[in-house]
């Protein structure tokens, strides 16, 4: 009995360990879909599946620099998570 209840605790706590919680899911997520949205906007305006697909692509890198950086998205002005979601600004700068 004295063992259930730490062992909960430690599994409840586990998933929330996982999560930079610092916004940077969200602010990632934007930036992918961005990029998706302008692949979308290409196709439809007649332009090449490769250069919609290079679009997408550099938006799920960007997608996972974002994630992978665990930046504290707060701290940041809008125009900067802007820049990030544009691309113009890397986690790093």
């Given at each position: 009995?004295n063992?259930?209840a730490p ?9 929330l360990?996982?999560?930079?919680g610092?916004?940077d899911?969200a ?6 879909e ?6 979308d906007?290409?196709r439809?305006?007649g332009?090449?599946e490769?250069s919609?697909?290079a679009?997408e692509?550099?938006g ?5 620099a974002?994630?992978?950086s665990d930046?504290d998205?707060?701290?940041l ?9 544009n691309g113009?600004m890397t986690?790093a700068q």
């Open positions: 009995r063992f259930i062992a909960l605790l430690i599994l409840a706590a586990a998933p360990a996982a999560c930079g610092d916004g899911d602010l990632g997520d934007r930036a992918e961005k990029a998706d949205a302008q692949a906007a290409m439809a305006n332009m090449s490769a919609a697909d679009v692509d550099a799920d890198a960007r997608e996972e974002i994630d992978d930046v998205v707060d701290a002005t809008p125009g900067q998570q802007n820049a990030m979601v113009s986690p």
